[in-house]
């Protein structure tokens, strides 16, 4: 319970810093359940992924003089 409020205030600060609520993610998960781990790990890649780079937190180097 206190994780999940804890994950709760963080996602609000990453979108208030402009991160996409998608790029974070949260499961419960037991260290007896490799297989749920592993296909958790793939949706949250493949999710990551379909939304690209996070363009306002690359560099534009050709700006900097």
Do not use: C
Request: aromatic content about 10%; glycine content about 4%; cysteine-free.
């Amino acid at each position: 319970m206190y994780a999940r409020r804890r994950f709760a205030v963080l996602k609000n600060l990453l979108e208030y810093v402009g991160i996409e609520p998608g790029r974070l993610h949260f499961s419960w998960i037991s260290s007896a359940e490799a297989t749920k781990f592993q296909e958790t790990v793939i949706e949250v890649t493949d999710a990551v992924k379909a939304l690209g780079p996070a363009k306002h937190m690359i560099k534009d180097i050709r700006k900097v003089a």
